[in-house]
């Protein structure tokens, strides 16, 4: 009867040192990649009810890239492409993402998070309704 108490605590060891998280994976998914600016929506049933437009993606923007550190800083790299000169080559801004009321900061910006997954990011903000449209809308891909 000894057997049985020994191999419990076997199992219970056994679980404890299998249960090692890959650092990559254990990361929220906004953070676990470096994304970059989405030019097609992979995922239309998130958006918004009412008229979108999608945030014009300029050339010069097409090489940035976005990564939301677990410190709760953006670093946005606009690599190779600037669109203004005066414009710093990397910028760190603070963000927040409250994903129980889908609210996503950036620098003080409050948006509403639409997709959080692996292959997307989507946020958006209301627009003035003088424009026509409702919300604008974000992709990080």
């Known amino acids: 009867m000894k057997i049985k108490p020994l191999m419990i605590i076997t199992l219970v060891i056994f679980s404890f040192t299998n249960c090692k998280k890959d650092s990559a994976s254990s990361l929220p998914i906004i953070s676990a990649k470096t994304w970059i600016r989405g030019l097609n929506d992979k995922n239309l049933s998130t958006n918004p009810a009412g008229t979108i437009t999608y945030y014009p993606v300029q050339n010069c ?27 710093s080559l990397i910028e760190t801004q603070p963000y927040t993402l409250n994903r129980t009321t ?40």
């Not at 890239?65 to 669109?83: A, Q, Y």
């Not at 946020?123 to 919300?135: E, F, K, L, N, R």
């Open 61 to 87: 923007e097409k090489d940035d890239t976005f990564k939301f550190g677990v410190d709760g800083n953006l670093v946005w790299n606009r690599n190779k492409e600037k669109c203004a000169s005066s414009e």
């Open 102 to 141: 889908k609210e996503l900061t950036i620098n003080g910006l409050k948006f509403t998070l639409a997709e959080e997954s692996n292959n997307q990011i989507k946020y958006y903000t209301p627009v003035p309704s003088s424009t026509g449209i409702q919300y604008l809308i974000f992709l990080l891909q």
